[in-house]
């Protein structure tokens, strides 16, 4: 059974950091795609960053770039997503995901996956920053 398990969220003020974490079980993460996902209330699910770990590949949305950092740690399974200068608009649940090639794809082309490119998906994690 897959398993994606995501934390770290929680209630930082403008200009504060967290730090997500990604454990993953049930699938090597070197063999797929590991994508964060966010959504607000009354929005779309949309695209934070992704990465393939086998090659290094890393996708940021451009409201993000700069600010968040993605990396992988293979002997631990685990994906991280490190969220520097945090904004209200940053508010949200994020949600970690798993694909297989076409997911890849989309991270080493350095374009935006739509959610239905990934299998698994984790329960999500609340951020929220106060202004």
């Known amino acids: 059974e897959v398993q994606l398990q995501a934390s770290g969220g929680g209630l930082v003020q403008t200009g504060g950091s967290l730090r997500l974490s990604c454990a993953v079980s049930g699938l090597t993460i070197d063999d797929h795609a590991i994508g964060w996902f966010r959504q607000a209330p009354g929005k779309e699910r949309e695209a934070v960053s992704c990465?393939?770990?086998?090659?290094?590949?890393?996708y940021y949305a451009d409201s993000v770039k700069g600010r968040f950092t993605i990396s992988s740690d293979s002997a631990k399974n685990t994906v991280y997503l490190q969220m520097n200068s945090l904004k209200p608009e940053d508010t949200a649940v994020y949600y970690c995901?798993?694909?297989?090639?076409?997911?890849?794809?989309?991270?080493?082309?350095?374009?935006?996956?739509?959610?239905?490119?990934?299998?698994?998906w984790g329960q999500g994690t609340l951020v929220t920053v106060s202004s």
């Open positions: 995901a798993g694909g297989g090639y076409t997911a890849i794809t989309f991270v080493v082309t350095k374009r935006s996956p739509s959610p239905v490119e990934y299998d698994y």
């Open positions: 990465i393939s770990s086998s090659d290094g590949s890393k």
